[in-house]
């Protein structure tokens, strides 16, 4: 007789209904610290026209902004190579490893960007917070060889946190905003 237990298995959710339950929190908690907001935000968002970006808005910018931007573009990008290519490989460490520099220095450079809340930290750290505890702790999965932990994490991070962000830096009104419609 077999040791397997006849009971199936418990199942468990994929990526899918996680990342979109994550988005729903997300745009909720958006929605309800935004609330008073909303309707100044419709109106700017209705009057957009996408340009080329508008040069003087970057160079008004704080070098934290203008670090944590060309830190955050390079590793959306290397993070869409890294989501294609094949795993396990010098190619997929190589660029992981600068995947994880690049997003550390992201995140890092949050730690100096205050203006939202008049010099102190604002909700959006919280996402800072998220990251700078889930990037080793899936670094320390890929060094374990847990492939589904570290899988779990980089995804999360990637999908999740720039999904996130990228939503919340093209409201209307933030500087990405202006710079591109505006």
Do not use: C
Request: proline share 4%.
């Amino acid at each position: 007789m077999s040791n397997a237990s006849q009971t199936p298995g418990r199942r468990t959710l994929g990526f899918g209904p996680w990342f979109a339950g994550s988005m729903a929190v997300v745009i909720a908690l958006v929605g309800v610290t935004m609330g008073p907001f909303w309707r100044p935000i419709v109106e700017m968002a209705g009057d957009a026209r996408l340009h080329l970006p508008n040069m003087r808005v970057w160079a008004e910018l704080s070098t934290p902004v203008r670090i944590h931007l060309l830190t955050a573009v390079a590793a959306l990008v290397l993070g869409a190579v890294l989501m294609g290519v094949r795993k396990g490989r010098t190619f997929h460490r190589l660029a992981g490893w600068t995947w994880v520099a690049l997003v550390s220095v992201t995140a890092g450079a949050t730690l100096f960007i205050s203006g939202l809340n008049h010099g102190s930290w604002s909700l959006l750290h919280l996402l800072t917070a998220w990251t700078l505890i889930f990037l080793p702790l899936a670094v320390l999965a890929a060094r374990r060889h847990n492939v589904t932990r570290h899988r779990r994490h980089m995804m999360g991070l990637f999908y999740g946190g720039f999904a996130i962000n990228i939503f919340i830096a093209f409201m209307p009104g933030r500087a990405l905003w202006v710079m591109f419609f505006g």
